[in-house]
């Protein structure tokens, strides 16, 4: 009622003015920033929700939102202002603009190689994935019961991963190859019965043959905590594993090779490192492991890599889906996310997210990884390339790409004889070493000249050798166009060989004729594998999954702290150029000039917004922003002769992951009190600060703060931080309420990682990607992360090194905050921080006769709120047990009534335990924040019902929910409250697809995979166990 009536209000005759405006308006075409935001000014809206608020303006609730301090000033607003423009741009204009500027990339055909290749995006997976809202803008699925479509789609991956690899189980996705090698090795660490004294350095060996990038990475990311890394050949591999084993904790090869050569000796490797009670790793290729024995089947213990060429992009370096699989003894010790099987309040399977969910939580610097997120919405379309695909597709790909490799390799050392090829056994690379006197100038580089020259890229080796890796797109006019650049670099060049005689030779060869090498096993065998390979079938399954989930095409997602903001058609139509999408992420500079440029850019527009003075883009996610930008600050005491500084004060508020960095790079953590307002304790601060004073470090801090809040005393936090030695790590969870009012420069903090996946429009994708760049003051520049192939730092003189595969991590998705910013201006950007405030103290305000609504300033919060439900229970009198309740009603029940009005709950239970943080963002219509505190209050009607003993709680729809379409419509109906209310609206467009998930029963009965016969009859007889029960009952 209340929601209608102010929709009358908004057009009654005192607001003729504004109806008549809106509907002149016609002459001029709303703006970019119109669109974004929701709420609407031709219509009242901003009226309405400051009357509620209590303010006559926007200006006068900022003024008491933002402490005076720490506002930007005229200067410096302006000077932000004409960095990223002071008005925004059209949406056809900025697109304009941005495809002038990708334009100056060259997009040559890469045979590069190194862990990327071209590949073909199925057209229904890019139309119904990529480029749809329902599945790029979904959050994690942490609210099981409306994700079951996405969740359906990572069990898919996992089961593709483990049975294409070799082994029991994967994980969801990790953050990229190199990542993943890294987590690994950690893994195998924590997985080591072995003892290491104080004196002695644990050690981990390397094949020096593995990707450059992971062995920088695998390097970075030991220095840190202790651990030795020992990059050696290959030949001396198994002289080290005898002659160290006490003191090696676990070993990582490449399979195959960076330059492509296959090992023949695995097994024997495999089986000294187990005698000698050391794990192994391989880092290996999807279409490789179809073809050849896969890893898991010598005993590799961890099997990790990246799913890329599985439909994904090269997009300069991504986003890409990496994953990591391990036996099922060691499940509880694999990083990043787990997708289950078990049931739900019917009885019936569902999927959630098992095991060491949101462990970081929990655990906090104990953690065994800092990840936060992953590669959801790429794991989804390399899950969906497999499903089209199937196994028999797969490995027809992979026998494809091997047949092609073999013709190139015959054709240049056979027919043109100019080469020799360097692998005994290969797949998809061929490292080509130049045949005395046979090519121009006697150097490799001719080659690759000429390559550069016709639109194609060889990776350089040295100065005789060079590699070319084959990929599904590769064609025989490629491989033709090959022949002609290696025949016109010779001195004498010859008659081209003829591919038809070469495919007849190399067809006729068995794949590999060593059949110990050879895969003889199955995989991919579930139905779901087996079944869609008609577009007509793979188009209706992935509609069948789309409409198992909640995105932000459903309805608002209000999670506090995560910024769940419109990801509009315009900021992501770019990201499927050409341009932008094809481009390897080790492909000369010179053929990158739109990538430089965008980048530049980007660096410039964050610098400025931020108060920084130098950005690095390499982060791939938040927790890698929040670990980089740590790093930073060890590295500057460590240049500094302070390495002893390695003390890090973390207030007990903070997100989980921000221990958990601290952890991996080397810090102790001392923790810091809030008070009973949710304000850091100050007192607490300076006495912990001043007591560590010689070995303070940093001190990591959010703002506003997790409470959502601004503290007042946030630049005398900094102060005393500096004041005894440390620096200031801010996170940039927050930053939405901060920009073009105040910056984590002027606050004085001296490192912050920014959530571009939140602030700045990149969506989330059901769980990733994200990007986690961070800005640093001078103090900090020279430290920023390096490359050890593209030079993307050359102003960190002391870098700490490449945290991410890729120089600029993933690139391809920069086009989209790029274009947010663009047409948003500073006016825009100014606007949404404003209306952002305004929603979350609008809703706080309609809410807080209703809940109680925590953390405060002012009575004012910023742009999230929490809603306290802890105190919606009633014990049993004179019990002594400490759970016997009459009835107790948690956030929980409250979050998953709120899908039965279809919407996505607020973050629960973070960070405080039993509350609900809600934060709305900018882009919520005032329709929809109206729904939801509709919601919130029916809700709270129905708390009363049974507080009032009107209802016994076993009999309110609150335990009950959500509330699936077949149980609202079963003929056996036997709630005590109608089908109507548990419906709430019997024609509203999303219903949850399970009941409520039973997580006990998914942690006593582990099922990680596409689940078998027998494991469906096992829920199925529960199931019918339940019924039959009730009827005797």
């Known amino acids: 009622m209340l929601s209608r009536n102010l ?131 979904p959050y994690t699925p942490y ?196 997708i289950g099987i078990t049931k739900d309040s019917r009885n019936k399977p569902a999927l959630r997210m098992a095991l060491q969910t949101r462990e970081q939580f929990i655990r906090r610097d104990k953690a065994t990884s800092n990840i936060c997120t992953a590669q959801a919405l790429l794991a989804n379309v390399a899950a969906a390339y497999g499903v089209y695909h199937g196994p028999n597709g797969i490995k027809s790909i992979a026998q494809k790409i091997h047949l092609y490799t073999k013709i190139l390799s015959n054709g240049i050392t056979q027919k043109l004889k100019c080469c020799e090829n360097m692998n005994k056994v290969y797949f998809d690379t061929v490292t080509f070493k130049i045949n005395p006197n046979t090519i121009k100038n006697n150097s490799a580089q001719t080659i690759l000249n000429l390559g550069y020259e016709n639109g194609v890229n060889f990776r350089p080796i040295d100065e005789q050798s060079l590699s070319i890796s084959i990929d599904e797109t590769t064609s025989l006019d490629d491989i033709n166009k090959i022949f002609e650049i290696f025949n016109n670099s010779m001195n004498n060049p010859t008659k081209l060989p003829n591919t038809d005689e070469l495919i007849e030779i190399c067809e006729n060869e068995n794949l590999y004729k060593d059949d110990n090498i050879n895969r003889t096993t199955p995989f991919m065998q579930h139905e779901t594998f087996n079944t869609h390979h008609c577009e007509t079938a793979m188009m209706r399954y992935l509609y069948d999954l789309e409409r198992r989930d909640l995105g932000l095409n459903t309805a608002m997602i209000p999670l506090g702290s995560c910024t769940m903001k419109l990801n509009s058609a315009s900021v992501m139509i770019p990201v499927t150029w050409n341009t932008v999408n094809n481009i390897h992420p080790f492909a000369p500079q010179q053929q990158t000039k739109g990538y430089e440029s965008l980048i530049r850019e980007m660096e410039d527009m964050l610098a400025s917004v931020t108060g920084f003075d130098a950005i690095s883009l390499q982060p791939n996610s938040g927790a890698a922003g929040e670990y980089t930008g740590l790093l930073t600050i060890r590295e500057y005491h460590k240049q500094r002769g302070e390495e002893f500084r390695n003390i890090c004060l973390i207030p007990t508020s903070a997100h989980g992951t921000n221990p958990a960095s601290a952890a991996m790079c080397g810090y102790k953590i001392v923790a810091i009190k809030c008070d009973s307002q949710g304000y850091i304790d100050m007192v607490d601060l300076k006495q ?149 405030i305004l929603a979350a103290n609008y809703m706080a305000k309609r809410l807080e006769n209703h809940y109680k609504i925590l953390y405060r300033r002012n009575g004012l919060a910023a742009h999230e709120f929490i809603i306290d439900c802890r105190h919606f229970y009633k014990k049993t009198p004179d019990s002594k047990k400490k759970d016997d309740y009459i009835y107790k009603i948690e956030a929980e029940d409250i979050a998953k009534r709120l899908m039965d009005y279809s919407f996505h709950a607020p973050t629960m239970s973070w960070p405080v335990v039993n509350t609900l943080m809600v934060e709305p963002t900018e882009s919520e219509p005032l329709e929809e924040l109206d729904r939801f505190c509709d919601a919130m209050i029916g809700i709270r009607k129905e708390i009363q019902d049974v507080e009032e003993n009107n209802v016994n709680i076993d009999d309110s729809p609150l335990r009950h929910s959500p509330h699936t379409i077949d149980t609202v419509t079963s003929d056996d109906w036997n709630k005590k409250y109608s089908r109507k209310e548990a419906a709430v609206n019997p024609y509203k467009s999303y219903w949850p697809s399970v009941g409520r998930v039973n997580n006990p029963y998914g942690d006593l009965n582990k099922i990680c995979a596409c689940p078998s016969v027998e494991d469906l009859v096992k829920i199925q007889q529960t199931q019918e166990d339940a019924a039959t029960k009730s009827i005797e009952n």
């Open 688 to 836: 912990k600060a001043e007591q560590h004073a010689n070995e303070l470090g940093a001190c990591m801090i959010t703002y506003p703060s997790t409470h959502g809040v601004f503290e007042d005393n946030i630049i005398d936090l900094c102060d005393i931080i500096h004041k005894n030695g440390g620096m200031v790590y801010m996170d940039g969870a927050n930053l939405q309420a901060q920009l073009t009012k105040t910056s984590p420069g002027k606050i004085g903090a001296d490192v912050c990682h920014l959530n571009l996946h939140k602030t700045f429009c990149i969506p989330h994708g059901g769980g990733g990607p994200g990007l986690g760049p961070i800005g640093v003051n001078n103090k900090l520049k020279p430290y920023l992360p390096s490359h050890p192939i593209i030079d993307n730092a050359p102003n960190s003189t002391n870098s700490i090194g490449p945290i991410s595969a890729a120089p600029f991590s993933s690139a391809s998705i920069l086009t989209i905050p790029w274009m947010y910013i663009k047409m948003m201006g500073f006016n825009g950007l100014e606007k949404a921080t404003a209306t952002s």
């Open 143 to 338: 609210q099981a019961e409306i994700a079951q479509g996405r969740l359906e789609m990572l069990l898919n991956f996992q089961t593709m991963i483990k049975d294409i690899v070799g082994k029991e189980i994967s994980n969801a996705s990790l953050l990229d190859e190199s990542t993943a090698c890294a987590e690994a090795m950690t893994m195998c660490l924590n997985m080591s019965k072995k003892k290491f004294k104080d004196d002695q350095e644990a050690i981990f060996l390397v094949s020096e043959n593995c990707h450059p990038q992971n062995i920088a990475v695998i390097k970075q990311r030991a220095e840190p905590v202790g651990i030795k890394i020992n990059v050696i050949s290959d030949d001396k591999f198994e002289s080290e594993l005898k002659n160290n084993a006490d003191l090696i904790f676990g070993a990582i090869i490449q399979y195959p090779n960076t330059y492509g050569n296959v090992y023949n000796n695995l097994q024997s490797l495999v089986d000294l490192a187990h005698n000698n009670g050391i794990s192994m790793i391989a880092s290996t290729d999807l279409f490789a492991c179809s073809v050849l024995k896969p890893p898991g089947e010598y005993g590799i213990d961890i099997v990790v890599g990246s799913a890329q060429r599985f439909g994904v992009p090269l997009g300069y370096g991504g986003p890409h889906a990496a994953f990591l699989a391990c036996d099922d003894a060691n499940v509880r010790k694999m990083p990043g996310r787990l």
């Open 7 to 137: 929709n009358l209000l908004r057009f009654s005759s005192k607001n003729a003015a504004n109806r008549a405006l809106f509907v002149n308006r016609t002459t001029t075409i709303s703006t970019y920033c119109d669109r974004h935001i929701g709420p609407q000014s031709d219509r009242n809206d901003y009226n309405i929700m400051l009357e509620r608020v209590g303010y006559k303006s926007m200006d006068g609730l900022l003024e008491d939102t933002i402490p005076s301090h720490i506002r930007l000033s005229d200067e410096e607003m302006n000077e932000m202002s004409s960095v990223i423009g002071r008005d925004g741009k059209s949406e056809s204009d900025a697109l304009k603009e941005l495809k002038d500027k990708m334009s100056n990339n060259i997009c040559n055909k890469s045979y590069i190689g190194m862990g990327y290749y071209d590949t073909l995006t199925p057209t229904p997976i890019l139309r119904n994935i990529i480029e749809n809202p329902s599945w790029y803008t």
